[in-house]
């Protein structure tokens, strides 16, 4: 941000995101505009929450001005939209810092992600939030006057700006505390200085926020009192809202709409929920929790720092957003209230670490939107897979994360096998219930993506005998199966590891074959083992190949090649474990390497079988340049 001070007004630019985002908002939200109204109320809600939270410990922050409310102003003449609130206000450096600039992280890449998309603009954005911003859909210039509680009188600051790249900062006289923002209207947006329309927009939008929304009664006769006291002009305000939280009125008094419009509110997206809980408890602990799943991700859900989007009040005074302590990590797209009413009104966010009645809050809450799922799950399949795609990496974290819940989560978990066509929707118990006879384990492959899964040749024996794979490709995914070592009794054993359990897929006869070609191919495994050296840890004869002549596989106490390639991209130091080599006895190649022992060409082909197999699985070649000098060789060859 750049400033310079011309006189009394200071000239700021705005952060090149910021810019970014005006542009983006102006162009793509046009047939949403009706938004700005939503979002201007939600802020000035927001600051008269935290206003009456402070005024808990320190009165004096109301001043003589007790009421807390919002303004709507109207001004047909001068064709501007004012929202006033009496709440916390902003100081100079504040409102240089609020307006000016965007604090989200992640903000630059979302927003050169989002230009990248055009057509995807408008749904995305709303994952954003826009708030202040999305004034200057309907406004070419924007006035906001703010004073902040506490500060004298001269301390009131004005900011102003036609949302290009800059904006002014003037320090003004403020009688009253709180702010006050000021539409310009375009031409093109004067329908907002129509009543009617405005108090449709906020019974639709805001009706359930805590405050009162005032606006002007249409004029009115004077009074025959009145006249008689000679006042002809009478300003009547009436409030155009129900001012009543929503979470406090029973369920039976709140539609659906309802419900979604206050998920708006408070969350700042732009789409409906997926689903909600509301419940009202009474008895050892009293507390009203109002929970929402969103449809969307937000654009930072993988950066477990972001925000989380629970509001804790304490009998309906708002005490603080992000409370971070009320939900577990693994839940953190859950969005809502939590309203309690045995936590004390000066509560901080020291006191809520290590806090009881934080505790039992907190567990259970994760309980309630386990239980949400749960039925989801159960009653609205396409539903919650709709959920799954879109929040199921995020829920995998609760296994390593939430031991008390660690079997109600693996039971919500879903998966891509090698039975399912390209969508995530077999859960374990689906797995169990299709097990084969004699087989005791769940099968998983971990790669990349369900694509390289889906081709790992160390499935070709699994597919063979039609024993079903779960193909797991989220980053998430190899820790989750570290925490979850069995399901239902049932191990979860990776395919690309250890010795392969032979009673699972063969019957006496084949078990006996194997055991001879085991034997007769015994030199072939030691000649390769000793023309690679050091680079593989054993070579042994495979019983899970059917198409490739070889793979690699991790021991069973190693780590496999997937996760080590993590961690190393993690920056951990790994020890270097090596793979072992296994080679399919019924493959032409390996027929016919077992005819070239002891030739001249024998390591160089021995090489090539590694290079490949390390490939097949996802793996770099230590030295690519040797492997593509090899092939060609064997090409020329052939040629
Ligand atoms: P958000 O509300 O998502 O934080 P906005 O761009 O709408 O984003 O607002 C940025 C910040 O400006 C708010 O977080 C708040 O600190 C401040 N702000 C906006 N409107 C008001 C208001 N009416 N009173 C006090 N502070 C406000």
Not at 497 to 511: I, P, R, V, W, Y
Request: with cysteine; net charge negative; aromatic share 8%.
């Amino acid at each position: 941000m750049t400033e310079s001070t011309l006189g009394q007004k200071q000239k700021c630019g705005f952060q090149a995101e910021v810019s970014q985002l005006m542009h983006l908002v102006t162009h793509s939200l046009y047939s949403n505009r009706e938004i700005f109204l939503r979002e201007l109320i939600s802020n000035s809600s927001d600051a008269l929450d935290k206003l009456r939270f402070l005024a808990v410990s320190e009165p004096n922050y109301l001043e003589n001005d007790t009421e807390l409310a919002i303004y709507i102003e109207l001004d047909k003449e001068a064709k501007t939209l004012t929202v006033r609130d009496s709440g916390i206000g902003m100081d100079r450096k504040e409102i240089i810092e609020h307006l000016g600039t965007i604090a989200k992280s992640g903000t630059k890449e979302f927003l050169q992600a989002l230009s990248a998309q055009q057509s995807k603009e408008r749904e995305l954005i709303g994952q954003f939030g826009v708030g202040f911003y999305s004034s200057f859909i309907v406004a070419d210039k924007v006035t906001v006057r703010s004073r902040k509680a506490g500060l004298p009188e001269n301390q009131g600051v004005e900011w102003q700006s036609t949302g290009e790249s800059d904006f002014s900062v003037e320090t003004i006289d403020k009688k009253t505390r709180g702010t006050e923002v000021i539409l310009h209207l375009k031409e093109d947006a004067t329908e907002f200085l129509d009543a009617w329309r405005i108090k449709s927009l906020v019974r639709k939008y805001s009706d359930h926020i805590s405050f009162p929304i005032l606006m002007k009664k249409e004029k009115i006769e004077p009074s025959e009192e009145d006249k008689d006291a000679n006042i002809t002009d009478v300003e009547e305000f009436e409030t155009i809202n129900k001012a009543q939280a929503l979470w406090t009125l029973p369920k039976s008094q709140i539609s659906d709409t309802e419900y979604e419009e206050f998920y708006k509110h408070i969350s700042h997206d732009f789409s409906a929920p997926l689903a909600w809980v509301h419940n009202k408890v009474e008895g050892k602990l009293e507390y009203v929790s109002l929970l929402y799943i969103p449809k969307q991700a937000p654009f930072n859900l993988y950066e477990r720092e972001a925000s989380k989007g629970l509001k804790l009040y304490v009998k309906r005074v708002f005490i603080m957003d992000d409370a971070e302590q009320l939900l577990p990590m693994y839940l953190r797209f859950v969005k809502g209230v939590i309203d309690s009413h045995d936590l004390p009104l000066n509560v901080s966010r020291e006191l809520l670490q290590n806090n009881e009645v934080i505790e039992s809050l907190r567990s259970a809450t994760a309980k309630r939107v386990l239980d949400l799922l749960e039925k989801m799950s159960k009653e609205e399949t396409d539903k919650y897979l709709e959920f799954w795609q879109t929040f199921g990496a995020v829920l995998k974290e609760g296994i390593a994360e939430d031991f008390a819940n660690k079997d109600k989560i693996a039971t919500l978990l879903r998966f891509e096998t090698t039975q399912s066509e390209g969508k995530a929707d077999v859960s374990l118990s689906d797995y169990v219930a299709r097990m084969k006879d004699k087989q005791d384990k769940i099968y998983y492959v971990t790669a990349d993506s369900a694509a390289a899964a889906r081709h790992s040749p160390q499935l070709e024996i699994f597919k063979q005998k039609n024993i079903e794979v779960l193909l797991l490709s989220d980053r998430v995914d190899e820790w989750l199966v570290v925490h979850l070592p069995e399901f239902e009794g049932k191990s979860l054993q990776s395919i690309a590891k250890g010795m392969l359990d032979l009673d699972t897929f063969a019957n006496e006869e084949e078990k006996k074959a194997h055991e001879e070609v085991v034997a007769e191919l015994k030199p072939l495994a030691e000649a390769v083992k000793a023309a690679l050296g050091d680079a593989v840890k054993e070579v042994r004869i495979s019983h899970r190949l059917t198409d490739s002549p070889a793979c690699v596989v991790a021991d069973e106490n190693d780590l496999g090649g997937h996760v080590q390639r993590l961690l190393k991209a993690a920056g951990q130091m790994m020890p270097d474990t090596k793979p072992i080599l296994e080679l399919n006895p019924n493959h032409p190649i390996i027929k016919q390497l077992d005819g070239r022992k002891g030739t001249p060409e024998f390591t160089e082909w021995s090489q090539i079988l590694l290079s490949q197999a390390i490939l097949a699985e996802g793996g770099p070649l230590t030295d690519p340049a040797v492997f593509v000098r090899q092939l060609n060789e064997l090409w020329k060859g052939l040629l």
